[in-house]
């Protein structure tokens, strides 16, 4: 894992499941740091390799592109590196340390937030991610569920970055940020329309909370 990590001063924004170039420019147009894109073909926003290449060409610099999987076979990981400007990956299953790190790319790790969920612990495990995503967890689905989980789960003292999932909205976001102090918050089916259809209203709302939630911090 990277350094120990302080409560930042801007709690930065990651829209996933963007599907559409026109959604990612809207995000985009919303402040968001990063957009994630699903390689996964069961997710509702799963996205083929000519739509993601139809997104990332309208996107200007200084965005993050992300790449989720769930665990994929390797050599898929290999395509989608070897044809997009992926900036981090992100792995969404049961991935081991050691293939997270076969790619040579630096990468987040989402961990399922069930009862007996160790946090630190699996920070030790995934040491050289760049960051841990805890997610909701619901059995058999790998995120994106919609549904929040009780934040008091997560430890207040953490050495390393934290990124937020799992049923945020434009109304809960402000708490969430307020109560977890997380690094980044990460939202898909909460500022969208339908499946994989982005709602540029909900996710202006959205990007106000967060940033009106930062200066009250501040």
């Not at 040579?104 to 995503?133: F, S, V």
């Not at 689905?141 to 049923?167: H, K, M, V, Y």
């Amino acid at each position: 894992m990277t350094s120990p990590h302080n409560p930042p001063t801007r709690t930065r924004i990651k829209v996933c499941g963007i599907t559409r170039p026109a959604d990612g420019l809207a995000a985009v147009a919303c402040g968001v740091d990063a957009l994630g894109l699903v390689f996964y073909p069961k997710s509702p926003r799963g996205v083929d390799l000519a739509c993601a290449e139809a997104i990332v060409a309208v996107l200007p610099p200084f965005v993050a592109v992300v790449a989720l999987f769930v665990d994929p076979p390797p050599a898929w990981v290999s395509t989608v590196l070897s044809r997009l400007p992926v900036d981090l990956i992100q792995f969404h299953g049961t991935e081991s340390p050691a293939f997270c790190t076969a790619f040579g790319r630096p990468y987040l790790k989402a961990i399922p937030m069930r009862p007996d969920t160790h946090l630190a612990q699996e920070a030790r495990n995934y040491a050289t991610a760049r960051a841990l995503l805890v997610d909701t967890y619901r059995p058999g689905i790998p995120g994106g569920s919609g549904e929040s989980f009780d934040w008091n789960q997560l430890p207040t003292e953490r050495p390393f970055p934290l990124i937020l999932a799992g049923g945020l909205t434009p109304t809960n976001v402000a708490s969430a940020i307020h109560q977890v102090r997380p690094y980044a918050v990460d939202v898909s089916g909460g500022v969208e329309s339908a499946k994989g259809i982005k709602n540029p209203t909900l996710m202006a709302a959205f990007t106000r909370a967060v940033q009106q939630a930062n200066q009250t911090l501040a």
